[in-house]
Nanobody
Framework: QVQLRESGGGSVQAGGSLTLSCAATGFTWNMNVVGWYRQAPGKEREIVARLNRDGTTNYADSVKGRFTISRDKTKDTQALQMNALKPEDTGVYYC?????????WGKGTLVTVSA
């Protein structure tokens, strides 16, 4: 079993930056893919960024060039650097991980971006 826990959420003004972190505990050795998702108020959860086993990354079009996903396997952590934040980036951000699909999820951390 793997447990994920996010940290780093908060409130920021538009144009600002935040870094979200996610710590994994448990049987983490087979987590080949990691990612970040978000859910805005009244909307469905959507993918923000994904880091694949081969090191390639995928980003939602809305965050390309502004967000960067990274992972430190030695520390079982992953991070999401968010720059040039916009009010539409507001939502609960979840980290996720799995072998090929996202099997494990954190409980989420709230990011609020004010205009």
């Amino acid at each position: 079993q793997v447990q994920l826990r996010e940290s780093g959420g908060g409130s920021v003004q538009a144009g600002g930056s935040l870094t979200l972190s996610c710590a994994a505990t448990g049987f983490t050795w087979n987590m080949n893919v990691v990612g970040w998702y978000r859910q805005a108020p009244g909307k469905e959860r959507e993918i923000v960024a994904r880091l694949n086993r081969d090191g390639t990354t995928n980003y939602a079009d809305s965050v390309k060039g502004r967000f960067t996903i990274s992972r430190d396997k030695t520390k079982d952590t992953q991070a999401l650097q968010m720059n040039a934040l916009k009010p539409e980036d507001t939502g609960v951000y979840y980290c996720a991980a799995g072998q090929t699909v996202m099997d494990y999820w954190g409980k989420g951390t709230l990011v609020t971006v004010s205009a």
